[in-house]
């Protein structure tokens, strides 16, 4: 991959991403300057609230409810998770268990225990459980890996 970066100092700022693949290593690119930024529009309270990614700590279903936590809001969202985790496609959403996501990057701290588990705790001090079925997924992502299907 050929980089190209150039200070100016006038004019507008412009990024240009070309790309023959939309490989992981590009969406993350993407991701990060925003370019891909999806909105989730959802119910609090009275009102419709639309929240990029980057706000989200967690997704979670409750009694057959979808809810995204951010640090001072719950939204009620339409759909099921599984429809959520399709629509985001986006590698800092992990499913950590058949009625959760978070949000990979707004995990502060991880902390290993026994049955092969993992306790992540968020950067609002919440502790999520990585249940056994996705800890290995989770651990292989953490090391640099591609996300298997």
């Known amino acids: 991959m050929r980089i190209d970066i150039q200070?100016?100092?006038?004019?507008?700022?412009?990024?240009?991403?070309?790309?023959r693949e939309k490989t992981p290593k590009i969406k993350r690119i993407l991701d990060a300057i925003g370019a891909d930024d999806v909105k989730i529009c959802g119910k609090a309270g009275d009102e419709t609230v639309c929240l990029v990614l980057d706000d989200i700590l967690y997704i979670e279903t409750v009694d057959d409810k979808t809810f995204a936590y951010t640090m001072n809001d719950v939204v009620r969202l339409d759909g099921s998770l599984a429809r959520l985790e399709e629509e985001l496609e986006d590698d800092r959403v992990f499913r950590c268990s058949k009625s959760m996501m978070i949000n990979i990057d707004k995990v502060e701290r991880l902390k290993a225990l026994s049955s092969n588990r993992i306790d992540a705790t968020m950067i609002?001090?919440?502790h999520i459980i990585i249940s056994r079925t996705y800890a290995s997924e989770f651990r292989r992502i953490l090391k640099g890996g591609r996300r298997e299907g």
């Open 124 to 126: 609002n001090g919440e």
């Open 7 to 19: 200070h100016i100092s006038s004019g507008e700022d412009e990024v240009i991403v070309r790309y």
